[in-house]
């Protein structure tokens, strides 16, 4: 239970400075984000990070070890699977137009397979 902790912690930790990151370069509103934009992204993407795990990633991840499917393939299929399947049922972002609804959904596809990749790595890492 405390590897299950440590590699939820670490991957928020992860999702975070990757969104500061790339936050801190991009616009807001045709503005600069500088450094309170970048704050709020990556506070608002660690936020939806943690749910996410919270509530779908970690019984995905029981399910695919006691399946014997946990490769990190499996994780990385079904972190983009899952996050095309938000925008497409629940349409977080708003009603948009259907190719408005594709590229949300490519972008929510990217973002949750790289969570779950980093947290398949970091649940090995501790596993060993």
Do not use: W
Not at 2 to 28: H, N
């Amino acid at each position: 239970m405390f590897k299950l902790v440590q590699s939820f912690i670490f991957t928020l930790v992860v999702v975070f400075v990757v969104i500061f990151i790339l936050g801190y370069q991009t616009e807001i509103a045709h503005s600069p984000a500088g450094l309170d934009g970048a704050l709020f992204l990556s506070s608002v993407a660690t936020t939806v990070a943690a749910i996410a795990l919270l509530i779908f990633g970690f019984p995905l991840h029981f399910a695919l070890k006691n399946l014997n499917k946990d490769k990190l393939s499996y994780y990385i299929f079904c972190g983009a699977l899952l996050g095309f399947t938000v925008v497409v049922l629940f349409k977080p972002l708003g009603n948009d137009a259907f190719l408005t609804l594709l590229l949300q959904g490519v972008i929510f596809s990217v973002a949750g397979a790289f969570t779950a990749g980093v947290f398949f790595g970091i649940i090995r890492k501790l596993d060993t």
